[in-house]
């Protein structure tokens, strides 16, 4: 105790300003470790189904560039091609920088739409985030042409590139655009706060021991401000492995977790079983009613799938489109066989309702199982899910608005005969 009392070592929030000062050089990797950054650019990318990278301000990549198409590959893979492409970066975050948030602007390569999200921190701009290849613009293949003939690339490999992309709605772009920004500066602030008051701890260790109390003062508000940022990076990876229309699982979570599953049935000696749906004619849907009530109908049909399985165990996964894919642990093809029928009914004996008009939509069903009495130790989800696909199709073939499951014996062969 010091001879002015307790009360001096519990000193009000502004009285520690002299401890925690503004860093005046940093850059991106002091705050943030990079490979942090790429493996949530990467999920992001992959998830949203865009082109993602993380630039200096002088343009030059900070992490590796993800899921850039194959056309922006082939120009990256030219001098000039890449010196183009990093100018265009940097200008683009130039613009973002003045005006202080996310801008779109025609790239200053090819011309495709890209958007550029500033990183801002104590008013200094130290990375920004583009995205694009969501968006053609004017260009055409015309322009491909030219343009491959310009940098000396691959005309043909362009071209072909340019066919295989997948574009977006602005609608959804600026959205994507959006999260990004936020989510990058509340992360970005976040670190940056979080690397001032550990500097500060650091100073605050050299004191005596009356000062210990500042140390402990300053060290509850980095845990808050951790916690604050491993609630941020949890969000973005929640995201990654979320469907953004449905709100279940996407195929990204069923990619990696199946297989848990599956190693899991094998070592406990007990069944799993799959289903896999596809909602009938469902185009038909979309270019009469139009693409809000299509993406209406895959949210009121996934709220009635999830009141079919159970909450704890069962999960479900959309695997593409209007197909889902329910992953069913400890229940023996009986059981799911049974599930898949409930679930064809909650559909059938229920329309949807939109916009004051009813409509009826069904919904076909294959299972397959993994039995531990018959089938392959070997068996891979590969093969699981290839044979609840071949039941599916079978099903259709029958007349659609049915279940079909193949007799265990029959996945156990067909697993079997793919191994050989």
Known sequence: MTETGDNELFPLRG?????????????????????RVRELNEAFAHTNGIASTVIDVRGEPLIPPANHSRVCRAIRNTPQGLANCQRSGRLLGEKARKLQRPVHSPCYSLGFVDAAAPIMIQGRHVATWLVGQADLSDVDEDRIVQYAR???ADEQEMLQGVREMRTMSPTDFQLRVDFLWRASQHISDLAYTNLKYSRAISRLQTYQRELNQYKLYLESMIQDRTRDLRYALHQVDK???TDALTGCFNRQHLNENLVLELQQSVSAACALSIILCDLDRFKEVNDSRGHQCGDYVLQEVTKRFRSCIRNQADWLARFGGEEFLF????????????????????LEEHPITYREESFSIT????VATYDPNISSPYTTTEGLIRIADQNLYRAKQQGRNRVFCSDPPECSK?????RR
């Open 239 to 241: 995201l990654s492995k």
């Open 327 to 346: 992953v069913l642990p400890e229940t023996d093809m009986r059981v799911a066989s049974s599930v898949a029928e409930r679930l064809r009914r909650a």
């Open 15 to 35: 009285e520690l300003d002299h401890f925690i000062q503004d860093i005046p050089h940093f850059e991106l990797e002091d705050i943030l470790d990079l490979e």
């Open 414 to 418: 067909d697993i079997f005969a793919r």
């Open 363 to 366: 919904a076909t069903f294959g």
């Open 150 to 152: 310009e940098i000396g």
